[in-house]
């Protein structure tokens, strides 16, 4: 896969069998989407994204906040003050999104009416392995669902899908008006989230990360999430330390990528707290 694949295709036909359907045909509430961004590093090429969906999206940040639980919190504390946004997107600050991902997903929200959807990425990029492995588990493995609920923990070798599953998915329903499934797991590659699952579900940390919290807990409220497999998006996280991949290497020192980090006692940045309204153009 390219580092700067897209992977978006258009929605435009009724949704499958995969997909909940808008049974009663009411008229929906205009989308009004805040993302959120807590942000610990400066990744430059992470930045250059950011500044072009902010041409369209609003977007908080929490950035230098290096307690990760609390930087969650302050997002969704400014996200809850602010009633006007009817969805919350949770972006993290190593992960390569564009405007065409989140107007699909946007579009997919329209459509479908999901309380929680995501796009897919890969696992990470430190190896092979986790290029090779996407942030995804299948609503159907039933187990993994099991675990999940009980312990918020999942077998990254036995239940994460991998790349060959991923792409027989996407073959398999390539003839179906989309190719959105329902997942147990999502690991946060552009999670949107509705206000009242915003409200429900107050961030949650364990080893596992923020994200396996948030997704534990929605398996526990009865709160169904899924995945647009057509929105492949790249998760940097670890790409600096791929020592099998010379391209992701030449990449990261090229555009001075580095995922880790840094954090001196001795010199802490100053923690900000940003709200980025979207950029107005002058109509010419």
Do not use: W
């Amino acid at each position: 896969m390219s580092l700067m694949s897209q992977g978006v295709t258009a929605a435009v036909a009724p949704p499958t069998v995969s997909a909940p359907t808008n049974q009663n045909n009411k008229q929906q509430q205009p989308i009004n989407l805040l993302i959120i961004n807590p942000s610990p590093r400066k990744i430059k090429v992470f930045e250059v994204k950011l500044k072009l969906l902010n041409q369209k999206y609003d977007i908080f940040r929490e950035r230098f906040n290096f307690e990760e639980l609390k930087a969650y919190e302050t997002c969704r504390d400014f996200f809850l003050e602010h009633t006007e946004y009817t969805h919350m997107a949770i972006l993290p600050d190593d992960l390569l999104v564009d405007v065409a991902h989140v107007d699909k997903l946007v579009e997919d929200l329209r459509l479908y009416d999901y309380d929680v959807l995501s796009g897919i990425s890969n696992f990470a990029l430190t190896t092979k392995g986790f290029l090779n492995h996407m942030t995804a588990i299948d609503y159907k493995n039933y187990g993994a669902v099991d675990q999940l609920a009980k312990t918020g923990r999942f077998d990254y070798f036995k239940q994460v899908m991998t790349r060959d599953q991923y792409d027989k998915i996407k073959k398999d329903m390539a003839n179906k008006p989309n190719r959105i499934i329902r997942v147990a797991l999502s690991n946060f590659p552009f999670t949107i989230a509705k206000r009242h699952v915003v409200e429900k579900i107050p961030f949650g940390h364990n080893l596992m990360g923020v994200d396996t919290v948030f997704f534990q807990s929605c398996i526990n409220k009865g709160i169904a999430t899924y995945a647009d497999l057509d929105v492949e998006l790249v998760h940097l996280k670890g790409i600096e330390k791929n020592h099998e991949m010379q391209a992701s290497i030449l990449f990261a020192f090229d555009r001075n990528v580095s995922t880790e980090i840094s954090y001196i006692m001795s010199n802490p940045p100053r923690k900000e707290e940003i709200f980025l309204p979207k950029i107005q153009t002058v109509a010419e």
